[in-house]
C-alpha cells in the first residue's frame, strides 16, 4: 500500500464523520460514458453540443431528440456498481460515513447499499409528467420510443434530472453544505471539480482531512491535505474497516 492510501487508511479508521463527494469519474468505472468526454462517434450523430441538448429550452422545443440523445447517452440500465460504490456503502453502514454527495444520476450508489445519497443533479430512475405530475419509473423511458407520454393526460413525461438552464434543488444544496460543514474527512473522487457546483460547494468544508483521489490533477488540489492519483475504485478498494 502506498504512502498515500496509508494514511487515507488511518484517517477513515480514525473518523465517524466521513462525507464523500464524487463526480462523474465514480461512475465512469461502471462502464458509464461522461457525456463531456466528446468522441468522434458523437459528432457523427448528433448536431448538436451535449450542453445544448441537456437545455430546458431543448427539451421544449426538440423533445425527440433530447430522448434520442438521452437514450443513447444518458441512461445505462445495464451498469452496475463497482468497488467505489460497495465501499462507501460498507463503510455507511459501519457508522463511518454520514453522506455520499453525487453529481451522477445513475442510481449506482443506492444499488451498492447506500441511504443517505444526496443527488444533487437528479437521477433517471424518476421522472414525472410534466404537466399533472405522475411519477414514472425509468422504464417509461426505457421502454418506450420517441417522446415519451403519460397514460393519464398524454403529455411529455420527462427526467427528475437537472439539465443546463433549470436550478439547482436548494434544499437539498443546503443539505449538502451542512453535511460539508461537519464534516471531520471530506473524500472528493471522480472530479476535475470544474462542474458548477463542485468546487463552490467544497469551500464549506472546514476540517484538515480533504483528500482528492482523481486520475488527473484537479484546481483543488493546492487545498487539499492529501492527493492520491488513481482508479477511486482501485484505491477505495484498499481501505479496511
Ligand atoms: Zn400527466
Request: glycine share 8%.
Amino acid at each position: 500500500m502506498d504512502q498515500a492510501v496509508k494514511t487515507l487508511q488511518t484517517w477513515i479508521s480514525e473518523s465517524k464523520n466521513i462525507v464523500f463527494f464524487g463526480g462523474a469519474g465514480v461512475s465512469t468505472e461502471s462502464g458509464i460514458p461522461d457525456f463531456r468526454s466528446v468522441d468522434g462517434l458523437y459528432h457523427q450523430q448528433y448536431a448538436y453540443p451535449p450542453e445544448t441538448v441537456l437545455s430546458h429550452s431543448f427539451l421544449r422545443s426538440h423533445s425527440e431528440e433530447f430522448y434520442r440523445f438521452y437514450r443513447d447517452k444518458m441512461i445505462a440500465p445495464w451498469a452496475k456498481p463497482n468497488p467505489a460504490h460497495a465501499k462507501l456503502a460498507e463503510l455507511e453502514q459501519a457508522g463511518k460515513l454520514q453522506a455520499v454527495i453525487t453529481q451522477n444520476i445513475d442510481g449506482l450508489h443506492q444499488m451498492a447499499g447506500s441511504r443517505q445519497v444526496l443527488e444533487l443533479h437528479g437521477s433517471v430512475h424518476r421522472n414525472y409528467c410534466s404537466k399533472c405530475g405522475r411519477s414514472y419509473p425509468i422504464s417509461r423511458i426505457t421502454e418506450s420510443s420517441g417522446i415519451p407520454v403519460c397514460e393519464d393526460c398524454g403529455s411529455m413525461v420527462r427526467p427528475d434530472v437537472v439539465l443546463y438552464e433549470e436550478a439547482l434543488d436548494m434544499d437539498l444544496m443546503n443539505r449538502a453544505i451542512s453535511y460539508l460543514r461537519s464534516a471531520d474527512v471530506l473524500i472528493v473522487g471522480g472530479t476535475s471539480l470544474v462542474v458548477y457546483p463542485a468546487a463552490g460547494l467544497i469551500q464549506y468544508y472546514r476540517g484538515n482531512k480533504l483528500v482528492l483521489i482523481n486520475k488527473s490533477p484537479t484546481a483543488l488540489d493546492q487545498k487539499a491535505n492529501l492527493v492520491i492519483s488513481g482508479s477511486i475504485g482501485e484505491i477505495l478498494s484498499q481501505i479496511t474497516l
